[in-house]
């Protein structure tokens, strides 16, 4: 029996038209410590539990990556710590590689996201995502996680 048609995600994925994400990499000793690199990748969908986003670079599995995420209408990025989960290539496309983000838990921690985020979230969901969830990728009810 083979595992690759299961769905493993727990959250439901939506699309938010026009939303981007610029990010750093959490490098020990990076070569521009504190700035953004690529800025306005598209998003392709998000959840409470991380995005997928497009880029013109691959990334390292389990790279530490900060995001800022830009929504339309929203006036003011919101960031997100996160770990590279996938990268892979897309072929054909303007932008080269499509990237997997895991959010880190949502708490007051070191290296844990503000807890307003998630909200934020939340709010995004009941915005975006469709009455009829039957079309969505993931049949679970939204579970998500939380560090206090």
Not at 18 to 40: H, I, N, R, V
Not at 51 to 75: C, D, L, P, W, Y
Request: include cysteine; aromatic fraction near 12%.
């Amino acid at each position: 029996m083979s595992n690759k048609s299961i769905e493993r995600r727990t959250c439901f994925r939506f699309e938010i038209p026009g939303a981007t994400t610029s990010y750093k990499l959490d490098k020990f000793l990076s070569s521009s410590p504190g700035k953004y690199g690529e800025e306005f990748c598209p998003i392709l969908d998000f959840s409470r539990g991380g995005i997928r986003f497009v880029s013109q670079k691959a990334f390292k599995i389990n790279t530490k990556i900060n995001m800022k995420i830009s929504i339309t209408g929203e006036r003011v990025p919101k960031t997100f710590k996160g770990r590279v989960r996938w990268s892979a290539a897309n072929p054909g496309k303007s932008y080269k590689y499509q990237i997997g983000v895991q959010f880190n838990p949502y708490g007051e921690k070191k290296g844990q996201n503000y807890p307003g985020s998630l909200v934020k979230i939340i709010a995004l969901e009941q915005k975006f995502i469709p009455e009829d969830k039957s079309a969505l990728k993931s049949s679970a009810t939204g579970d998500f996680e939380i560090d206090g």
